[in-house]
C-alpha cells in the first residue's frame, strides 16, 4: 500500500547515495587526493544519510507493513525453522565464540546444541584447505614437488576440519543446511575428509562429505527463511557471456582494478545453457552493463558467466564485469553497492565467475560479497564461487547443473551431480583435482527451482490440452449431426 512516490524517492535516495560514495572512494584512491572535494562529498553523504533515515521512519510509522518487509530485523525462532524443514533436513549453524565453537542443528523433530572446544586455530585451518585446493593450480611455480606437497596440505587440513567440524555432530541427515560463522564463509564443506586417502593423487576414490550429503547454505537462518517465503512471477532465463579481448583490456585504473583478460569458454557455456533452456542470450558486445541492467529485472533466472573481482580496500567496490563500452565513460562494472539498488524478482542467480562468494566479514551481518548483494536485491537463491573459477571446468558443471535441473532435482542436489558427473567424466584425473569442481556452491532457498524444472511437465500439460481440444473437435460436430 505504499504510494509509488514514496518508493520512487526512497529508490532515488540509494541511487545518489552510491553515487556519492563511489565518487568519495575513487577521489581517496587518487595519488594526491583533493581535501575540499572529499569533505564536499562527505558533507553530501551525511545528508544524504540522514533523509534517508527521515524516511524510514516515516515508513515505521504510517507504512508498518512496508517497514516489517524491508527493514525490521527481527530474527526467526526455533519452532518456525522447524515448520519449513523437510523430513530429511538438517540446518546447521556455526558460532565462534572465543574459548568454544558452538554448533546449533535444528530438524523437524529435534533442536539441540554442541560446544567444541576451541583448542586449534581454525583461520590456519581454512587457510591451509583454500591454499593446498588453489595454490599451485593459481602460481607460475608448477613442479611435481609443489603439486604433491600443496595436495598433502589439502588432504590434511580436509580431514583435521572433518573431524573437528562433522565428526562431533553425530550422525546427520542426508540434507544438509549450513549456515556459516566468519572464515567458515570461505569453506566448501563438501571436500571435507572423512579419512585420509590411502591414494592422494587418486581425487575420485576421496571420502568427500559430499558423496554422502548434499549441502545447501545461507546467510542465516532468518535470511534462509525470508527468502523462501518470496514469491515471484517473472519467467524466461537470461543469459550473459560478455567479451574481454586483450587487446582492449582497460590498464590498471587509479582503484587499483587489474586487466581482464579473454574468457575462452563462457560463450560456449552460455549457448548450452540456453540449448536447454532457451530465453534471451546476449553474447560478446551485446552483453554490456547497461543490457543486463535493462533485461535482468524481467527474467525468473540470471546466468552470469564472466570476470569478477575482490577489491580488499573496500569490500562494496568488488565488482562483475561486462563488456566494455565504446564510450569510456560508460561503466562496464557492477559493484557490490549497485546491487542494493537493484530491483530483482529471479528465482536463481548462478554467478559462473570468479570469487563471488567471498569477502569481508561484519559481524551480525555475515560475508558481504557479490552472492550477499544479490540477495540483498532480490534473488531467492545464489550459486557463488568461493576461488578463482577454471574457465573450462565451469562450462562443463554448469551445462551439467542446468541438466540436473531440467530433470527436476532441487537446486542444491543438482549442483552436487553436477559435481559428482564431472568427477567421473574426466579422463585426465588431474582434472579431477577439487579446484576444478568445487569452488561452486548454492545458497539461498534450494528447492525445485519452479519453471525450469517445470519446462517438460509444462510441455505436456500443453500436448494434453492440444489432444483435448482436437478431441472435441471431432467429437461435438458429430454430436450435433446426430440430433
Not at 572535494?37 to 544519510?49: G, P, V
Not at 546466468?303 to 569510456?328: C, G, K, M, V, W
Request: glycine share 6%; with cysteine.
Amino acid at each position: 500500500g505504499i504510494p509509488n512516490d514514496l518508493i520512487q524517492k526512497e529508490y532515488d535516495l540509494g541511487i545518489e547515495l552510491s553515487y556519492y560514495q563511489q565518487k568519495r572512494f575513487r577521489e581517496s584512491n587518487r595519488a594526491e587526493p583533493r581535501d575540499s572535494l572529499l569533505a564536499q562529498y562527505n558533507d553530501k553523504i551525511f545528508h544524504l544519510r540522514q533523509d534517508r533515515e527521515d524516511l524510514i521512519r516515516q515508513f515505521e510509522t504510517t507504512y508498518p507493513d512496508y517497514y516489517r518487509l524491508k527493514y525490521d530485523a527481527r530474527v526467526a525462532d526455533v519452532p518456525s525453522i522447524q515448520q519449513q524443514l523437510q523430513e530429511d533436513q538438517t540446518l546447521i549453524e556455526y558460532f565462534i565464540g572465543d574459548d568454544n565453537l558452538y554448533v546449533f542443528l535444528i530438524t523437524p523433530e529435534d533442536y539441540r546444541i554442541e560446544k567444541i572446544e576451541k583448542d586449534f586455530s581454525l583461520q590456519a585451518l581454512i587457510e591451509g584447505l583454500r591454499q593446498g585446493v588453489t595454490a599451485y593450480h593459481q602460481s607460475g611455480h608448477k613442479s611435481e614437488a609443489n603439486y604433491d606437497e600443496r595436495n598433502d596440505q589439502f588432504i590434511e587440513n580436509a580431514h583435521c576440519l572433518y573431524e573437528l567440524l562433522i565428526q562431533p555432530l553425530g550422525p546427520l541427515s542426508k540434507e544438509l543446511l549450513i549456515v556459516p560463522d566468519g572464515v567458515l564463509g570461505h569453506l566448501p564443506f563438501e571436500i571435507l575428509l572423512r579419512e585420509t586417502p590411502e591414494e592422494a593423487h587418486r581425487f575420485t576414490t576421496h571420502p568427500y562429505l559430499i558423496k554422502e550429503h548434499t549441502i545447501g547454505y545461507n546467510f542465516s537462518a532468518t535470511l534462509w527463511q525470508l527468502m523462501r517465503q518470496k514469491t515471484y512471477y517473472s519467467d524466461g532465463l537470461l543469459s550473459m557471456a560478455p567479451s574481454f579481448p586483450a587487446t582492449s583490456s582497460r590498464h590498471k585504473q587509479e582503484t587499483g582494478q587489474r586487466k581482464l583478460g579473454p574468457l575462452l569458454h563462457n560463450s560456449a557455456e552460455v549457448k548450452a545453457v540456453q540449448k536447454l533452456f532457451g530465453g534471451r542470450k546476449l553474447n560478446g558486445a551485446e552483453a554490456t552493463l547497461g543490457q543486463f541492467q535493462h533485461y535482468a529485472p524481467a527474467y525468473k533466472f540470471l546466468h552470469l558467466a564472466t570476470h569478477a573481482q575482490l577489491e580488499d580496500r573496500d569490500i562494496n567496490y568488488s565488482f562483475l564485469a561486462f563488456t566494455p563500452a565504446t564510450d569510456s565513460s560508460v561503466s562496464d562494472k557492477l559493484f557490490i553497492r549497485d546491487l542494493y539498488n537493484l530491483r530483482l524478482t529471479c528465482d536463481m542467480v548462478v554467478l559462473s565467475a570468479c570469487e563471488t562468494g567471498v569477502g569481508e566479514w561484519q559481524s551480525g551481518e555475515g560475508i558481504i560479497s557479490l552472492a550477499r548483494g544479490f540477495a540483498y536485491a532480490g534473488a531467492k537463491s545464489i550459486v557463488t564461487s568461493l576461488w578463482s573459477a577454471n574457465d573450462h571446468s565451469t562450462a562443463q558443471i554448469m551445462e551439467y547443473f542446468y541438466a540436473h535441473l531440467k530433470d527436476g532435482l532441487s537446486k542444491k542436489e543438482a549442483l552436487r551431480q553436477a559435481k559428482l558427473q564431472f568427477l567421473s567424466s574426466q579422463k585426465d584425473p588431474l582434472n579431477t583435482h577439487p579446484f576444478y569442481w568445487a569452488t561452486f556452491i548454492p545458497i539461498g532457498d534450494l528447492e525445485t527451482a519452479v519453471g525450469v524444472a517445470n519446462y517438460a511437465s509444462t510441455s505436456w500439460l500443453w500436448c494434453l490440452l492440444l489432444m483435448t481440444c482436437c478431441f472435441l473437435l471431432g467429437w461435438l460436430p458429430a454430436q450435433l449431426k446426430r440430433k
